[in-house]
Each structure stands twice: as C-alpha cells, then as structure tokens.
C-alpha cells in the first residue's frame, strides 16, 4: 500500500438501552455537518421552487410589508419611530422579527414534515432544526444587505446615528433569537405529533406575538404604562431593542429585563430539548 496506512472505522456508533433526556451529543451533531448543509440548501429549494422571482422573495418580502407598515402605522395610525425614517426603522424590524419567526414556525413541523425520513433512515435528529435556523441566519444576512445600503445612505445625510460599539452585540443577538426560536419551534413539533390542531395555531400565534413585540413601534411611545413592562417581559423584546440600539441608535434598553429574556431563551432551549429527546423514540407510533 505504498507505505501509507488506511484509517477505517474514524467514527462508531454506541447503542445504549440508557439515554438521558437533558443529553446532547454535540459531537455526534458536528460529525453530521455536512448533513446540516445539505438541508439548509435544501430548505431553500423548497421554498422557493416553482416561484416566478425565487430567491429575490427574500428581499421583497420584508420592502412589501415595511411599505404596508409605512402606510398603516406610519401614516393612518401616526405611530413615531423615535426620529428613524419610517423605511429604515420598519425595514431592520420587519429583517429582525422575520430570523426568529421563521426559525419558530419552520421548526414547528419538524417530525409532522418529515415522518418519512425519520422512519427510514438513521441521523441525529437535531440536524434538521440545526439546518433550518442557520437557513434563517443566512435569509437574514441576505435582507441586511438591504438595511445596511439604507442604513448608509441615512447616516451619511446625518438621519441616523448607530451606535457602532454596540455592533459587537450583534452576533450574540443573532444566536439568542435562533436559539429561542428553535427551542419553541421543536416543542411545538413535539407536541403536534399528538395534537395536530396546534399546527393550526402556530402561524396565527406568530401573528398576535409580532404585535406584543416592538417590531412596527418604538417602546418610547408606551411611556411608563404596565402595558410597556409586559411587552418586555417578552423574551423578543430585549433582541430586538439591542438590535435597534446598536443598528438605528435608538431603542430601550433594561438589565433586568435582558437578564429575564437570556434566561427564558436558556430554559425554552433545554425544556425544548427535553422534549424533543423524549418524543423521537416514539413519535412514529403517534405521527
């Protein structure tokens, strides 16, 4: 053999009668990452086959609902947004919201979508999520391509003043609304392989939590009200408020309450996880 020697068998797989439910083989996981890509590049041909424009959807949709929302909110409601021009501001909304909401309700279906492939064939079933938030993040940057182009625009005619020290902030943001969203999304699939009607609620769900999030209007316009204490209560808001801290220098920003959103995202994940481990042995009995 030329004086080379063969490695055979670099990775085993270890059967045990004994899983733990709160147990994640993160190695197990990183050994399939090829596997992960494949299905995020599958996501997108899903998506976006059989389309007229494809991919450009990823740009059009958040400039169509920023419009809606510039009309609806900005002109026929007369909400403010904290002296940001209405297309940036909805715009770096709309982008943000869009990464947590599709990372939610993409996963939401995991097991229900892809019964056929669980039951034939063995991988570590947390890729299939994995993929589907980093298809998110990619969708995102896509869409940031756009604010940034804006966002240049309007700070070079002094519209707007980010706070650039903060865009170190940026990355952690990212990873916490991917990671809340996966472990809502994957406790919503766990649960719909018994209860198929709440499939039916994840997308209307979505919809009513959009509004309890600071997406179309700046917390500033609450005031001191208990009504602005409870929508930061929502795990959403703090990501979002750094977001637009850091991006479009404005937004509000509470410890507390950072504190209270990185924590509910920590125990969303490992409840989620929980779940998830639990219900992939049996969930072709049930699906």
């Avoid at 209860?195 to 769900?205: C, E, I, K, N, S």
């Avoid at 795990?235 to 479009?248: D, G, K, W």
């Amino acid at each position: 053999m030329n004086g080379k020697i063969v490695k055979a068998n670099q990775y085993h797989t270890h059967i045990s009668s004994k899983s733990r439910r709160f147990s994640l083989n993160f190695k197990e996981v990183w050994n399939y990452r090829d596997l992960i890509w494949l299905f995020t590049k599958k996501n997108f041909k899903l998506i976006y086959k059989q389309t007229v424009l494809g991919p450009a959807w990823i740009v059009l949709n958040p400039i169509i609902s920023s419009l809606i929302y510039m009309v609806v909110f900005g002109k026929i409601a007369g909400m403010g947004t904290d002296g940001v021009p209405q297309i940036l501001f909805y715009l770096s909304g709309s982008a943000i919201w869009t990464l947590f909401s599709t990372c939610l309700t993409n996963n939401a279906s995991t097991f229900t979508q892809n019964a056929n492939v669980f039951g034939k064939v063995y991988f570590p079933r947390l890729t299939m999520p994995v993929s589907t938030v980093i298809s998110s993040i990619i969708q995102f940057g896509v869409q940031m391509i756009l604010v940034l182009i804006l966002l240049a625009y309007f700070t070079i005619t002094g519209q707007v003043h980010p706070n650039w020290t903060a865009w170190l902030l940026l990355p952690f943001v990212i990873i916490q609304l991917g990671a809340l969203g996966l472990g809502f999304g994957i406790i919503i699939s766990s649960l719909t392989t018994k209860y198929r009607d709440l499939a039916l609620l994840v997308t209307f769900g979505v919809q009513l939590w959009m509004y309890a999030t600071p997406v179309v209007y700046p917390l500033s316009i609450l005031g001191n009200s208990a009504l602005k204490v409870a929508i930061m209560i929502n795990p959403v808001t703090m990501p979002v408020e750094v977001f637009r801290y850091a991006v479009l220098g404005v937004g509000t920003l509470n410890p507390l309450f950072i504190g209270i959103s990185l924590a509910v995202t920590i125990a969303v994940l490992i409840l989620g996880i929980s779940v998830f481990n639990r219900v992939e042995k049996t969930f072709m009995d049930t699906v």
